[in-house]
């Protein structure tokens, strides 16, 4: 009977850990229902706003001022939902993207993705760690939501750096801000005859320069079904660049890290394991371009992959802490300020340079 007891009783905390984890993602889920019903009113869905958005706002507005209502004991649920769940939605936002929608485009659609990734990256890194004394995670992450497909880019980053919530708030408000007022004002400088582009060149420069998927839809539905098409694929041309990005950003900061450990005399780190995200990205894009799933099926996992993101954002939102981001937001959000600069100037020139030499 002893023994018997003495067993029930180490057993006890596991169950109770388990619960409170299982708690803790219900909350979040419920969370994100919630969010996904806000990000529905037509008012802020007209804004282009995702319920990425919408969730990385109301977790941060419930983690700071009602952060002592939520039970310690869920705070590991959170943090599965923000780490996790996160990877397996990265991974299956591949089906929204194949490889016969980025031949439609040809090669001026994937220069112009590349060309835009490659430069964006290297300008918003070296802006906010030279120019805005940024440390180097909240650099790239801001550079990663600019140059390749807004929010769910810092997601995958940020998982992939390991890095802290509030660093990736601070590169999704950037997102936020300029992607929105990209998408109110490129159709009108369109329309008053400043931006001189066809209808090939709408497509290429909307769809490569502005953050996020909606917000390019919504600012190339503005000008022609035509040019929201070719929109639509550059973007998703962006959006599966992201998987050698970040393989090639994990080997750099691996690679910087041995280096500083090897001038401290410290122990070097384990080598940075490949991102298993990343793979099952790929693998997502393969199946979704080889036609194997109906059409239905592919619909139903993405409106999932959505939700599962938007659970991943919102978690990120309650861990984050206003107070971490004081110090550094003006600097991240001067960083994005740059990125945009350069995505509208530099972004017109490798347009037309596009057109020129392979239109």
């Known amino acids: 009977m002893s023994t018997a007891h003495t067993a029930h009783t ?15 993602i219900l909350f979040v889920a419920l969370f994100a229902a919630a969010v996904t019903r806000i990000a529905a009113i037509p008012s802020i869905a007209n804004l282009g ?14 983690g700071n001022a009602l952060k002592d209502g939520m039970p310690e004991s869920w705070a590991a649920g959170v943090n599965f939902s923000a780490r996790k769940l996160l990877r397996i939605a990265v ?29 964006t990256l290297v300008i918003g890194t070296w802006a906010g760690m030279k120019l805005m004394k ?11 939501g600019s140059a390749i497909c807004g929010a769910a880019a810092v997601l995958a980053f940020e998982s992939t750096l390991q890095s802290k919530p509030h660093k990736s708030a601070m590169a999704v408000g950037s997102v936020v801000l300029f992607g929105t007022l990209s998408m109110f004002l490129y159709p009108a400088l369109l329309r008053a005859g400043i931006l001189h582009l066809d209808t090939t060149g709408v497509g290429l420069f909307f769809g490569g320069t502005i953050h996020e998927v909606a917000q390019v839809v919504g600012a190339a539905s503005n000008v022609s079904p035509e040019a929201t098409h070719i929109a639509t694929i550059v973007k998703m041309t962006r959006v599966m660049l ?9 080997m750099w900061v691996n690679r910087s890290a041995r280096s500083a450990a090897s001038k401290d005399g410290t122990q ?6 490949v991102p298993w995200f990343a793979l099952g990205f790929l693998a997502c ?13 592919t619909s139903t996992v993405n409106m999932l992959d959505t939700f ?22 003006p600097r991240a959000l001067t960083t994005g300020l740059i990125l945009y600069v350069w995505l509208f100037a530099g972004g017109l020139g490798i347009t037309w340079l596009v057109q020129h030499l392979l239109g």
């Open 10 to 24: 180490h057993a006890v905390p596991a169950p109770s850990s388990t619960r409170g984890q299982i708690n803790g």
């Open 134 to 144: 940024l440390d180097r995670d909240s650099a790239l992450l801001t550079a990663a």
């Open 91 to 119: 991974a299956f936002f591949g089906l929204r993207v194949s490889i016969q929608e980025i031949a439609q485009v040809g090669l001026p659609g994937l220069a112009e993705s590349l060309l835009i990734v490659v430069s």
């Open 268 to 273: 070097a780190p384990r080598k940075l394991a």
């Open 49 to 62: 706003i995702s319920p990425l958005i919408v969730g990385i706002v109301g977790g941060m507005i419930y």
């Open 308 to 329: 599962a993101l938007t659970m991943a954002m919102t978690a990120l939102g309650i861990e984050t802490r206003l107070s971490q981001i004081r110090d550094a937001g």
């Open 242 to 250: 992201l998987v050698p990005v970040l393989l090639i950003v994990g």
């Open 285 to 297: 894009v393969a199946v979704n371009s080889l036609h194997i799933l109906p059409e239905a099926v």
